[in-house]
Each structure stands twice: as C-alpha cells, then as structure tokens.
C-alpha cells in the first residue's frame, strides 16, 4: 500500500480526457460548415484576384494609347502593380487554405470520433487565427507608419514656408 502512495506521489496529476457534449459537437460540426463555405469563396476569390493581377498590366497598357494620364506611366509601372497584386494572392490563399483544413478535419474528427483529427483540425483553426493576428499588426504598423510620415511631411511643409 506504502508503494502506491510513492507512485502517486512521484507520478503528476492527469486530468481525466476532456469529453465534448452533443451540444458542443454540434457547434463544432456548423463551425466546420461555415469554415468550409469561407474557404470555398476565398479561393474562388483568390482566382479573381490572380485572374485580375495578370490582366491588369495588359488592362493599363491599353488604356495607355487612349488617354494621356495613362501614357505618363512607365509600363515598368504596371508590371509592378501586377506582381504586388499576385504577391498579394500569395499571401491571401493562406487564409482559406488554413479554413478549408480546418473545416475537412473537424468533419471528419467529428464523424469518426477521432480526438486527433480533431486536435490537429483546432491547430488549423489556431494557424488562421495567428496568420490573421500577424498580417494585422503588419498592417497596423503600416498605417502607423504612413501617418508618421505624413505629419512630418506636413510639419516639414509647414516649416519650409
């Protein structure tokens, strides 16, 4: 009995497995149904969005023999705006990338009653979520630097005159 109790002692306290409740699962499997229904769109905007980066350069180098704002800039110009749209896509398809698989495994989780499945289908869901955090403070950053440089322009005009 005395080496029982030094073996509990000696091994940490495990909780027992989580057990997730028919409610619970149920939230889950719509969840996994909108995540779907999102991901779906995202790539078929992803499409839209490369369709519209590799036709845009084609787009203002046409317009460019019609009106003479157009004409001003470089066609170098309008290549860069195609790669910045397709970096842009690049970027973007990660987010319904991680959406889609979240959504095929906690599906599929769910439906087999794999707690694995659905584990690795919660560390999709937690890669969007981090993926959305950091391209959110890279854009706030941005913004903050934007304003930054637009006051000192503006205290530098102001100074100058």
Same mark, same amino acid.
């Given at each position: ?19 997730? &409740?028919?409610?619970?699962?149920? +939230? ?7 995540? #779907? =229904?999102? $991901? /779906? ?16 350069g084609t787009f203002f180098?046409?317009? &460019?023999?019609?009106?003479?704002? +157009? ?7 309008? #290549? =860069?705006? $195609? /790669? ?22 906690i599906k599929k989780g ?52």
């Amino acid at each position: 009995m005395e080496q029982n109790e030094t073996e509990m002692q000696a091994a940490p306290y495990q909780q027992p497995p989580m057990v997730l &409740s028919d409610e619970a699962l149920s +939230y889950l499997r719509q969840t996994g149904k909108w995540a #779907s =229904f999102l $991901s /779906v769109m995202g790539f078929i905007f992803c499409g839209l969005i490369l369709l519209l980066a590799l036709f845009i350069g084609t787009f203002f180098g046409f317009m &460019s023999r019609f009106s003479p704002a +157009y004409s001003a800039v470089p066609q170098a110009g309008f #290549s =860069f705006i $195609s /790669v910045l749209y397709i970096a842009m896509d690049v970027l973007y398809f990660f987010f319904p990338f991680y959406l889609y698989r979240f959504s095929d495994r906690i599906k599929k989780g769910i439906l087999h009653n794999d707690s694995a499945t659905l584990t690795d289908a919660l560390g999709q869901l937690k890669s969007f979520f981090k993926l959305w955090g950091i391209v959110t403070i890279v854009v706030v950053g941005i913004y903050a630097l934007i304003f930054i440089v637009v006051i000192l322009i503006g205290v530098g005009g102001a100074i100058s005159r």
